[in-house]
């Protein structure tokens, strides 16, 4: 089966501009979520979709984060606008029954904001 | 924090050895998860062990659960360079997603 695909691999942006992120989860899989991986650090969750409605986003910075997932597919994340502090890899994860297998992730996107 | 917390930090070993990473959290759980993430790359998840049960393995990994101590310890055994990564322990706390630790990292010389 095809794994999670996430685009871009890589990106650099300058503080204050704004980046968005995608993310195409496993066919079937109805939760995705984005976790945010500061250097040397475990992943913290962003945001939680069941199908296309949010499920948790108590840890998404809402005033420069959104997140949707059109039709409980594809996502995307955006930062708008970035921060210095922004800078980490977000990872993207599916998954068809969390408590029962865990997560699929993708490669993730390495943001750098100078 | 609800996290886990991976101990040790970090972990040096030679090839052949065994590596043991151990996870401590604080409140009770449903699951516990084990995942692997090589540099640059996304998680691999490697055994989820259910808060009913004390023992799983999968390969060379050992998971062992201890409820009674809230903790958690992952044993790969004859390890190999390739086994060179980032280990980190994820808890659920009855919640609908997994909150991750901060991670053992795992370097094995050849």
């Known amino acids: 089966e095809a794994g999670v695909a996430q685009s871009p691999r890589y990106k650099i942006i300058e503080k204050r501009q704004s980046v968005a992120f995608w993310c195409n989860p496993i066919s079937g899989h109805a939760t995705l979520y984005w976790y945010q991986q500061i250097l040397g650090q475990g992943p913290k969750l962003l945001i939680q979709f069941q199908n296309n409605g949010v499920v948790d986003d108590s840890q998404l910075p809402k005033d420069r984060f959104s997140a949707e997932r059109l039709k409980g597919v594809d996502s995307t994340l955006k930062i708008q606008p970035a921060k210095l502090e922004d800078s980490a890899v977000y990872l993207c994860a599916s998954s068809l029954d969390w408590a029962a297998y865990g997560y699929t992730f993708g490669s993730g996107t390495r943001l750098t904001v100078v | 924090s609800q996290q886990g917390e991976e101990d040790p930090q970090a972990l040096s070993i030679q090839e052949g050895e065994n590596a043991t990473m151990n996870c401590s959290y604080k409140?009770?759980?449903?699951?516990l998860q084990w995942y692997r993430q090589n540099s640059g790359r996304g998680l691999v998840h490697l055994i989820l062990?259910?808060?009913?049960?004390r023992e799983k393995h999968s390969g060379r990994l050992r998971v062992t659960l201890d409820t009674s101590k809230k903790s958690s310890s992952l044993l790969i055994t004859a390890s190999r360079a390739a086994d060179t990564a980032s280990y980190f322990c994820?808890?659920?706390?009855?919640?609908?997603?997994?909150?991750f630790g901060p991670g053992t990292r795992l370097s094995v010389l050849p």
């Open positions: 409140t009770s759980i449903n699951n």
């Open positions: 994820a808890t659920d706390y009855g919640g609908q997603n997994f909150v």
């Open positions: 062990i259910r808060s009913n049960e």
